[in-house]
């Protein structure tokens, strides 16, 4: 494994990001530190919005207050033909170092570590560059509505959703994977350090406190987006977040989630009846609609209404299937609809429940506890369903 430098204060990371653009090697090591960082979280690849852009995979970063994540993001190649290698965190030492990710003509070394959507540990496999364009493995990445350069090949998959359980680093304790004489031959390349744009995500969640790993325990507000600055994947991180933390109720949640659904599939259509983009107009209507989605989910979250079940048993299995719900809403593995849905069925339950108490002081029967208790196994049943179903959510 490369050496590891002597530690260093975060502003040194976007001073080595604004280094001449173009080295022989890779510029290892922005910080040291003792502690490690936590494991890669569970999430679904937005599709890609643009041919020709390429997915960088989400990481742990290191800031003043300890490791962000970076959602991972479909991204601009800084030029037609290059490749990026992800960078990873190394352990040795006794210290956890962080290697930079670069562009160069082939895929590096970025310490065995399984990112998914193509990245496995060794190489990629999510396509190639041919005919002045990117061609995409469609068995591996999601592709946007209407590409034309795509293939399947499904022998290359390995795990293309990123597991819960996976290493997020190499070393020991960690995955000990060493470079391939193909690796170190990248080594001796021109490589081009991460673009303004890639530079500029990493800063915006550095500022964003739901992204911090001593703030979220691992699961953060935003997992994946599909640009940078992308609105619809950060806005249904926002939603989860709200959900998790009681601030936004079933009854808000299955609005909101409504109106997201509606709105991707309204630019599914409209991207389908343009050869897969959006017109101007269409853009400015977007805009439109997700500024006041993101005016109701900031309304939503900061009025009087909340949803605490207390430390009862009704209370407490209706607590878990909201964070269960928020979840999958995070992960990506329950749509709009499905959440929109889901949430519906926990509101009913809500009334019923209510209406119970109000009925009887305040109270259950025991009756009415084995009813409400059957319909909560229903709603647990569904949210399981709707995470684990073959179709990803739509975004």
């Not at 001449?20 to 490690?36: K, L, N, R, T």
């Not at 995470?387 to 739509?394: F, G, I, R, S, Y």
């Amino acid at each position: 494994m490369r050496a590891l430098l002597r530690p260093r204060n975060f502003l040194l990371l976007l001073v080595l990001c604004l280094l001449p653009a173009v080295s022989h090697a890779q510029i290892a090591v922005g910080v040291s530190i003792h502690v490690g960082p936590p494991a890669l979280p569970v999430y679904t690849q937005p599709p890609c919005p643009t041919e020709g852009y390429l997915w960088t995979p989400g990481y742990w970063a290191y800031g003043p207050v300890g490791y962000f994540w970076v959602p991972g993001v479909w991204v601009a190649p800084p030029r037609v033909g290059l490749l990026w290698t992800p960078g990873y965190w190394g352990f040795a030492g006794g210290l956890y170092g962080w290697h930079t990710g670069y562009w160069g003509p082939h895929v590096g070394f970025y310490g065995g570590i399984n990112y998914g959507f193509g990245y496995g540990g060794v190489g990629f496999v999510g396509g190639h560059w041919g005919g002045g364009g990117f061609v995409y493995n469609s068995a591996v990445l999601n592709v946007g509505v209407g590409f034309h350069n795509t293939f399947v090949d499904r022998t290359v998959i390995n795990n293309t959703t990123v597991v819960n359980n996976h290493y997020s680093f190499n070393g020991e304790g960690g995955v000990g994977a060493r470079p391939t004489p193909e690796e170190q031959a990248t080594e001796h390349e021109n490589h081009i350090q991460p673009t303004p744009n890639q530079i500029s995500h990493e800063h915006a969640m550095s500022q964003d406190r739901n992204q911090l790993a001593s703030m979220n325990g691992g699961h953060p507000g935003t997992m994946a987006m599909d640009s940078v600055n992308g609105r619809r994947f950060n806005q249904q991180g926002r939603i989860a977040q709200g959900v998790a933390s009681g601030q936004l109720t079933p009854a808000e949640t299955k609005n909101l989630e409504s109106r997201e659904a509606h709105l991707n599939g309204e630019i599914h259509n409209d991207r389908a009846a343009n050869g897969g983009t959006l017109t101007p107009q269409e853009r400015q209507q977007v805009n439109h609609q997700q500024n006041n989605l993101s005016k109701s989910i900031y309304d939503d979250k900061h009025n009087a209404a909340t949803e605490h079940y207390g430390n009862n048993e009704v209370g407490q299995r209706r607590d878990n299937q909201q964070q269960r719900i928020a979840n999958g809403i995070r992960s990506g593995q329950m749509s709009p609809s499905e959440s929109a849905k889901t949430e519906q069925h926990e509101q009913n339950i809500n009334h019923q429940i209510a209406a119970d108490r109000q009925a009887n002081g305040g109270k259950l029967t025991p009756a009415e506890k084995k009813n409400i208790n059957k319909k909560q196994n229903s709603a647990s049943k569904q949210i399981y369903n709707d995470k684990h179903n073959e179709k990803k959510a739509q975004k």
